[in-house]
């Protein structure tokens, strides 16, 4: 097959002809149609996440079609189309019993702790938990971006938020994250604040129904906060960090009304990795802190579902689609990128 693999961190990836992966006796091969080129990719090839070693195949955002099937899988066939969480719970453990396969003890994660969709083939563990049906109304692209993005969104303001109509919901950081963020708040019929310092990302928040955008470019701390209070009468209900920085995570939390919401959603790596938390806000005013990580793949049908009627739109958030030669150069240049929509390898 090929693929795009590096051998060590932070170096310049190539585009390899490599062996075909056999599926686990538990899982399948997908053949990949799409695959989205995310942040967490780029984070992974830096060294920042400690289950990767390389060498290695990034990707984590795909769509495909089943090519090979393990011994014991039951519920799927040849020629199925599918997605798949970025997180594989494994489906024996306790917090897969209680239908918590995101934070499965025992996962296993495409592009992470193995190698992952930026190459024509990828195998995927415990594919009767985590394998989703995609309906015929959902194309590859779209289905594409939903695995990491997007499904970690529509449980961090569904399940985890659990965001309510006439709410105020602040979302900080306006990339593939936040947007989706966007889109999922005001399908649930909350007032959205955006904050970003991109103006094309705020324009873009703006047309999914932000109801007041900030840019916080050359802007402190204070006059960011007060501006998002100001939005919101008086501060978000819900205020969700979809980038992972250490200052949006604490602008966030201080954005809160009395007994308020933070979501984390973006990681915290690097220098930002133990960033401080204003606890004597947090105790004084009852906030909650809240961490999403992904979505299980029990939860897809009810997301699946309202995009096929149209009350959520993900394929407003594609902006590029390029080839897997392509995503070498997009992968190396994620921090300088400058536009808002996701980028999808079709190409193979």
């Known amino acids: 097959m090929k693929a795009v693999y590096y051998t060590n961190f ?32 780029w984070h992974g090839w830096m060294g920042h996440d400690a289950d990767i070693s390389p060498p290695h195949v990034p990707g984590h955002e795909f769509s495909g079609v089943v090519a090979a099937i393990g011994r014991d899988v039951g519920r799927w066939r040849k020629g199925d189309r599918v997605t798949v969480p970025f997180v594989c719970g494994c489906g024996a453990c306790f917090e897969c019993a209680s239908g918590n396969q995101q934070v499965c003890r025992n996962q ?41 993005r997007f499904a970690t969104s529509f449980r961090a303001i569904v399940d985890q938020a659990k965001v309510s109509a006439g709410q105020w919901v602040a979302i900080y950081g306006c990339g593939g994250v936040g947007l989706s963020a966007v889109m999922i708040a005001r399908a649930r019929g909350a007032r959205v604040v955006a904050i970003d310092i991109n103006d094309e990302a705020l324009d873009l928040a703006d047309s999914m129904g932000a109801e007041a955008t900030i840019n916080a470019q050359g802007k402190s701390a204070g006059e960011v906060v007060e501006a998002v209070c100001d939005s919101s009468d008086g501060g978000a209900h819900v205020a969700v960090d979809a980038l992972g920085h250490s200052a949006t ?14 979501v984390q959603i973006g990681l915290m790596a690097g220098e930002h990795l133990d960033a401080t938390i204003p606890w004597d806000r ?32 993900p394929e407003r958030l594609i902006g590029k689609r390029i080839s897997l030669a392509d995503a070498i150069g997009e992968l190396i240049d994620l921090p300088n990128k400058k536009d808002p929509g996701m980028s999808v390898i079709e190409k193979f």
């Open 10 to 41: 932070g170096e310049r990836p190539t585009l390899e002809s490599l062996p075909d992966p056999a599926p686990e006796i538990d899982g399948v091969v997908v053949e990949v149609k799409a695959s989205g080129v995310c942040r967490s990719d």
């Open 249 to 262: 995570s604490r602008n966030s939390i201080a954005s809160l009304r009395r007994r308020g919401k933070h």
């Open 282 to 313: 947090v105790v004084a005013w009852e906030l909650e802190i809240i961490g999403s990580h992904g979505m299980q793949a029990h939860r897809y049908p009810e997301m699946l579902a309202m995009i096929e009627s149209g009350k959520l739109r």
């Open 108 to 148: 296993f994660q495409p592009g992470f702790t193995g190698w992952g969709s930026f190459a024509e083939l990828v195998s995927v563990r415990y594919a009767d938990t985590n394998l989703v049906r995609l309906p015929d109304e959902v194309d590859f692209i779209t289905a594409a971006s939903l695995g990491c």
